[in-house]
């Protein structure tokens, strides 16, 4: 029961997916309330809320300062955001990303993180709280074809590092968990859309020392110690969930 005795709640972007799904669930199960952000899957949101005790479900756009100052506004006191929304990503090689389209991505994914992370730093501060965004172990080690993500989520690491060397003073810890290979989440739909196919899923797998994939639980395990107490004495750092993938 880490968060059984903080004040406020853990908001948790994306909470409709299946990291942010996984994290709110585990925040609940060790004490926290959670205020669940969402930003097209109304139904989901509010089926996750009803079944979470003391949770709370709120639409934001990222892309808007405005929504996001709304979302933090919802919550007297933040101990804990958990950064876990994103787009689906495509997986192309860089050669065949349009300028635009790789705009676009650093508009949702960087863009998007600094909004909400401005909008929830003052929270931070009065609550001496905890930042952890969920990126990719891909900036460690690059896979072929994800550049697409591993770019704009390496920017959202070297701004929770910013955050972790001038937050310090004010109590704030800022982290990051970098999801390997997943059954489930955004890697589903890339086997769904045929972006994986069983060879690639194969090279994959071989590719990773315990030749296994990961789950969002796992993801959901680190990203809750390290926004609890017992990693009172961590910041700045990023912990890959990937089965040795970067080893």
Known sequence: MDFRFR????????????????VARLLVARGSRVLLAYRSNAAAAETLATELPGATAHRVELADPASCAALIDAAPVVHTLVHAAGPHVPMLHLSRVPPERFAAQLTDDVAGFFNILAAALPRLRESRGS???VTTAATRRFPVRDGLSAGPKAAVEALVRGVAAEEGRFGVRANCVGPGMLTD??????????????RALEVTRGNIPLRTFGTAADVAEAVCFLASDRARFITGQKLDVDGGYAA
């Open 7 to 22: 004040k406020g709640v853990a908001v948790v972007t994306g909470a409709t997916g299946g990291i942010g799904e996984a």
């Open 131 to 133: 930042l952890v965004a």
């Open 185 to 198: 989440g955004m890697a589903a739909r890339l086997m769904a859309d045929g972006d994986l196919d069983e």
